[in-house]
């Protein structure tokens, strides 16, 4: 048994380093005839023992409960090896649910306090999501009720929380038996390495790296749609994460940043920064890359690069709302590819999880009041979006310094946006199949730079303005067929700087109409279905 582990060693990440820990030499059986649990475990405590080493999974089939990580370790799974995990009542350990600090199920593999760990390979983790949900359902709205991620005492903890951080311990016990453990889950941790295994299936969050630095994953796969609530990668403040090279395939976000929820993560106030993502491939995600809505103790300095998705219900995808303070700075997204997705582009401050209730009135300015600054975006081809770009900022606190550019896109709806300070446009194309390409309100600074659209509405301007006094309109052309190019309400037009755009394609160059193009509201942003 010695020669084959021997033989993964030279081909194993430097970081799998020491000695092998075959478990079929602690009483596994590769048929899963009998629960591998307590020969995982005995090996990993073999290589603790030994200062370190590679716990070794050969192929075959075996059934599992929760591993435990220490330091010092990597848990290789061989080519053709599956370990599945079934559904079962787990021991709590503290934790964080949805970027809130709680009493949680064990994760399926993990730990705390891990320094120079790993898990590789090209084997298969397994479990199933509607096994798990039969367990743990979540709330259904109904009526007024709008209902729970998870169940009537998370909900209760959750309003708790709002009244004082951290809450009676009595409160956290009630709603632990109502959540899923994580899949993968460090915390605490530093120098993890998660690469080339596939997960098929999960109970909730895929990989979920809690207060974690120096992280890489890559070259995983991640196939657990239609899974509810099973982001495939949740960095949840954690700093120096790397992601590179995965395919995933979720009924959640697919790559997904968070840093805290609400009044618990203002109190724990630990960001998520220093992130890389690229080279990945999402499919059917609810967003491709996304950031929040959990932005309590920050976002920042994110770059995601060289990007694939089809079928996601958004692609760029930043979200927040009132309540949830913290925010999002020094982000970009460049070079990306979408196909048939719900929307392309899309931020917002109004982001709702299940249990929330939205509140559009403007509020006074607190730290419970995201922001949302300096973010850019460029170099994205869109095809059939339902809309290109949608951007929600608040009347309080308008996102500020969003500059997207070099973007060519067909959708059903062009460009929505309000609440907006310097938001710049640069080459942005739009072909759309209803109402105005750009549509923009309630803001100022505005900067439009080569904007156009190829297929023209004689029935609707190519950019229409309300509210927005200062704009530029620039080095834009009115391409044949064009009724109206530049729509603004009455009395309006003074306030617009028009520079260097060539018209002459346009019935009428510029208008000032008393209309309201924001009565045709798009669906709600969030269009996952009930499972």
Known sequence: MQRLPFLVLLAAPAWSAGPFFNILDYGARNDASAPATEAIRSAIQAAKAAGGGTVFI??????????????????????????????????????????????????????????????????????????????????????????????????????????????????YLAAAPELRPSFVRTMDSKNVLIEGVRFSGSPM???????????????????????????????????????????IDTGDDGIVI???????????????ENISIANCTVHRAHGAVTIGSETSGWVRNLVATNLTCAGTQMGVRIKSRRGRGGGVENVRFDNWVMDDVGQAINVTNYYLMEGEVRRDAPEPVSNTTPVFRDIAVSNMNIRRARVAIDVEGLPEMPISGLRISGVVASA?????????????????????ETGPAFL???????????????????????VRLDRT??????????????????STGPGELKSIFLEGNVLSGARKPTAEVKADYWKSAEPPTEAESVK
């Not at 968070?258 to 998520?272: C, E, F, I, W, Y």
């Not at 006094?469 to 530049?486: D, K, N």
């Open 440 to 462: 923009v309100r309630d803001s100022h600074e505005l900067e439009l730079d080569n904007v156009s659209t190829r297929v023209p509405r004689a029935d609707s301007p190519v």
């Open 412 to 432: 059903k709806a062009g460009m929505k946006a309000f609440n907006t300070a310097a938001l710049e446009l640069h080459d942005v194309r739009i072909d759309a």
């Open 469 to 486: 006094p200062g704009a530029i309109v620039r080095a834009s052309r009115a391409f044949p067929g064009t009724g109206v190019f530049l």
């Open 58 to 171: 050969p192929a075959g089939n075996y059934v599992s409960g929760p591993i435990e990580l220490v330091s010092n370790l990597t848990l290789h799974l061989d080519a053709g090896a599956t370990v599945r995990f079934p559904a079962a009542r787990l021991p709590f350990t503290e934790g964080r649910q949805q970027s809130i600090e709680a009493l949680t199920p064990v994760p399926l593999i993990g730990g705390r306090h891990l320094e120079n760990v790993a898990i590789t390979g090209r084997g298969v983790l397994a479990s199933d999501n509607a096994e798990w949900m039969k367990l743990m359902p979540r709330q259904r709205a109904a009526g007024s009720d709008p209902g729970s991620a998870n169940g009537p005492n998370w909900e209760s903890l959750l309003q708790l929380l709002e009244v004082k951080t951290p809450a009676p311990r009595e409160a």
């Open 258 to 272: 968070k840093s805290g929820k609400d009044a618990d993560g203002l109190r724990v106030n630990r960001p998520s």
């Open 205 to 247: 969050w895929t990989i979920h790296l809690l207060y974690s630095d120096n992280v890489v994953v890559r070259d995983v796969i991640i196939e657990t749609y239609p899974g509810v609530h099973t982001d495939g990668i949740a960095v949840d403040s954690s700093r120096n994460v790397r992601i590179s090279n995965c395919y």
